[in-house]
Nanobody, 121 residues
């Protein structure tokens, strides 16, 4: 079994910063891509940023230049540094990882439980 546990959400004023963290644990052989997605009520979950095992990153256009994704392969963690936050960044942020496990020796997507980020004055 694999668990992804997020932390770091909260309430922040526009222009402020937050750092989200996610740690994967369980019977993990390796992790391929890791990423962050966000969802607001009534809308589909959308990609925010991803990072490959080798460090290649992708960002949604709306967060380019403001958010930075990073990972620590040795610790199976991924982080999202969010700067110059805007009200439209509000949502539930989910951690995602492609994990190969000792249980199945195959790779599948796992999701965290989500952490709320609210940007408001």
């Amino acid at each position: 079994q694999v668990q992804l546990v997020e932390s770091g959400g909260g309430l922040v004023q526009p222009g402020g910063s937050l750092r989200l963290s996610c740690a994967a644990s369980g019977s993990i052989i390796s992790i391929t891509d890791m990423g962050w997605y966000r969802q607001v009520p009534g809308k589909e979950r959308e990609l925010v940023a991803t990072i490959s095992r080798g460090g290649t990153t992708t960002y949604a256009d709306s967060v380019k230049g403001r958010f930075i994704i990073s990972r620590d392969n040795a610790k199976n963690t991924v982080a999202l540094e969010m700067n110059s936050l805007k009200p439209e960044d509000t949502g539930v942020y989910y951690c995602n990882a492609g994990v190969r496990t000792y249980r199945t020796y195959s790779t599948r997507d796992y999701w965290g439980q989500g952490t709320q980020v609210t940007v408001s004055s």
